[in-house]
């Protein structure tokens, strides 16, 4: 317990780390709000319309008062207002969030219904030909850039079956449940592809580990069936690094997928923040970039807490 | 080294990567000697978008370059991303894991919350930013994949150090008067190896992946010097005029990370105790 | 309305359901047409967005005194005649009696008078109001004209009026500090919500003087990759597209059941040289530069074909033949002989271009450094995110520069910020010439068009002589549309205002 403890006290320092870092980077990219609004009309402005401007995007500040303002803000509960939608950051976060948090979801569920079983298999026919398929399929599939998947998937779709899945907006789970998933469905494939193929190698490794194990071993010897000692003895233990794997990917998903939302025009936290930064809404940058900062360590502790719940030698060796 | 090439050589994923990655430093090799069937940046302005065929192996682009001849040196150009930044951010992992694990106390403090920082910070967004700060092109991709995988090299060698801090070859190394240098070096550094060569293997298929992603939204490494990436996004509005500018440069990405990963798992099995038990 | 308990909320949403499932059925009656966008618009607010992007959405929301036709002459919009003083230094208007405010209020001098007043007030932050300076004072003799009073001769005004940087907002909204928020034009459509680089829903304004629309609103998603939005109107997600890069608008003719509706623009594409910089300070440097390129070969390859060769003037009353100008063949022997001239024995350069704005500049950077290789120019490409690209080029720090340049229907509001002595991005030109300054003003105060046309035309001599830029290509604005949508107009000046008399089956 106090291991958690320890754990949640280093969380806002490594927040503060953040904060500064996103702070400051933002505004060392050349350009500001004025320029990403006006382009190169910005050129047409008067000294007294440029500072009017900068007023209202709340730049005219030294930097260092900027941050204090902001910082103080944040003890509030208030990230600022965004300049692009005008509205308080957090809200524009969490009305991106929910899409985020359902594509890392569905991601998940995809990788594990396919990779588990899969790995499982491989592993109970270690070195048979349907172990080498499934093991050269998922290195190739670990090998894939996303990307490539994402542009297959959507070229596929629209030319041989004249359907795209539904872009631009997104349709929340709890109105229309089915058209949220069938929405997500496929982006959901793109990102779990690899996520797919890692955790079928997982599954199998840590599978060949465990039935090599002592007590597995037993088991066998006490006749019960091959199916048995897989299903029952040994997958439990297996899924221990399975666990691990998933949590980690899955908070590295929940910081949004840029290159996937982009492709698939969904408005999740990725794009959110890449038109933030393209658009120079500092507030937004720095919200966001928290958001998923803090996410991403809640996610990670739990993971951590799960490990060690999973496995007994570790709670053992702790105390 | 020799020896765990030879015995990479006869694991039968790891002959395969290594197969691979020989091609691909081959190609790099030819690429930057400037052995390519054609200029990779001349402009054959009478043959654009050809499809391949014997003079143009890999058919031509858009301006009428030759594409075989420019994927050989986007070959290079990806390739020395990948292990430009991957050997930085091994070398600052290492030391900031080593001197965090050493001195411990506040130095360790210090470090660890700093790495905390980089690794929560979301990795796309650090290159991102970085990148619009300094200005997109070679060097940036490289710093950006290095900062971006240097705390996990830090991670990495800080555990075993701990570990090994606290065995007692290390203690005895210590008692009998060893400088600091020699048992960090001595001790810690080579035993280290293992993890540290698989770690490196992995980390060069994603900085790989991370370039070509990077190049994709148009952020990575710039024209006319390509890049596998660059390629594939230079490619994307001529998927139907011309797919093969597509396919091969993705093929070309998707080999490559497909030979570290192999030699990755190759090196793991090698070094890792436990399969070897398992194997025998 | 009543306080429903759970059972009645559930039954109304049981009829609710069966309603929309009932409308779904209906044939396209309630016609709604279904848009889609790469770059969303980054401000409702039409005095202060001047991103492509905005006023391609303003336009269709708010009006300006009057706007171009599909020719580019100025007709109608809230204004229903015009004329100018014998001296041009008065300019009268006379508004529309329907007009109205998508919240049934009538258009008034008086709206005009305050719109005009919010964008020449400094605090407003109106980039346009430069075009504006010459107004001295408004009256509003009677709620129906408006009357500017010039402080100098101003004939370009009347065609810098015709853009929704000079719309016309209702002077409550004004007071009431809303505009920007509430977006209450006298345009033919309403905009009833916005999710920045999502969405925005437009519904027909049923107070539009206009007319009665034949569709009854749009809705547009913003999908940042082309050929998604390619893909979506292949699969019947979308109706109507507006595209930006070239090369997915050349697909769009391959498609069954797609059409694309293409229109020359009045932006250029240009190769800016900074000549405040040696060597391209040296006059027989840049004459040199632009004998060697070959702006046909930059248009085949780099734009895919997608382009016409230009001059510095874009809009088809003002434009010569660009074979008239300096050097506009290919002339790779006259080009070596000006550099030998010159006492420059080749030279590098680093040149900026900015990615993806526009789609094609990085292919032209590269075809440029190929041509100019060839009389030992060796050109290093930086490319650059928009916006660092946009401060680098403000500062007018920068070799040469890719960029692509707005137009105008007419040389005066196009230029003079450039090639006048007090023009604003002097800096960025950076090519003072009192012959290019006199003409200009010359050109300003002129009122018989022929002899305008004569001014202009020396004027772009002039510049294509001393090529202080290089001017490369004019390319077109594109939209694709599904088959079931008919009556699209497209418009040199990229708007889509076009939509208000399309229909779709």
Known sequence: MSYVVQRLLTFPLILLGVSILVFVAIRLVPGDAITAMLGTEAGLLTPVQREALAAYFGIDQPIWAQYLRWLTGLFQGDLGISSIYGKPVLTVILERFPLTLQLSLMSMVIALSVGVPLGVLAASRNERPSDLVVRVLAMLGQSTPNFVVGILIIYVLSVFFGFVPAMGTFTPLFADPLASIAQLIFPAITLGFAFAASVTRISRSAMLDVLSDDYVRTARSKGATPMSVIWHHALPNALIPVVTLSGVEFGYLLGG?????QIFALPGLGRL??????????????GTVLFIAFNFLVVNLLVDLAYVALDPRIRIGRR | MGKMLSSLFRHPSGRIGLVIIGFYLLAAILGTLGLTPHDPLKLFAIDRLKAPSGTYWFGTDLLGRDAFSRLMVGIRQSMLIAFASVAI?????TIIGLVSAWWGGLWDGIFMRVMDVLLAFPAILLALLIIAIVGPGTMTSVAAIAIVYTPIFARVVRGPALSLKQRDFVDAARTFGSSQGYVLTRHLLLNLVAPLAVQVTLALAWALLTEAGLSFLGLGTQPPTPSLGLMLAESRNLMTHAPWLMIFPAVTIMLGILGFNLTGDALRDILDPRTQRREA | MNQFSPKTLLAGLAVATALTSVSAALPAQAAELRMAWSQDATGLDPHKQTAFSSLRLLELIYEPLVRLDADLNVVPAIASSWEFAEDARTLTFTIDTNAKFSDGASVTSADVKASFERLLDEATSAAARSNFLSIESIDTPDDATIVFNLSTPDVPILVAMATINAAVMPAAEIEAGTVGTEAIGSGPF??????????????????WAGGELAIDGITISVLPDEMAILASLRAGQTDFALLNDPLVATLVPMEAGLELNRVGVLNYNVLQLNPSRPPMDNLLVRQAMSCAIDRQEIIDAALAGEGKVTGPLTMPAFAQDPANLFCYEQDLERARELMAESGVDGFSATVIAATGEPPVAASEAQVLQAQLAEIGIDLEIEMMELNVYVDAWLAGDFDMAV????????????????????????HVSNFPDDELDSLMKQGQAETDPAKR????????SRLAEQSPWLWLSTGYSYTAQRESVSGFTPSPTGTLFGLVNVSVE
């Open chain 3, 453 to 460: 046309v004569e001014i202009f035309q020396a004027f772009e």
């Open chain 1, 257 to 261: 997928a840029v290159i996937v939302e």
């Open chain 3, 190 to 207: 309403v905009l009833e919500s916005w999710e920045p680089n999502a969405r925005e829903v437009l519904s027909a304004n049923e107070n």
């Open chain 1, 273 to 286: 923040v890449l038109d933030a930064i393209t658009q120079r809404d500092y507030a937004l940058v720095q």
């Open chain 3, 403 to 426: 960029a692509q340049n707005g137009g105008r229907p007419d040389p005066y509001p196009m230029y003079n910020r450039y090639f006048t002595n007090e023009g604003n991005l002097a």
């Open chain 2, 89 to 93: 951010a091994t070398i600052a992992g």
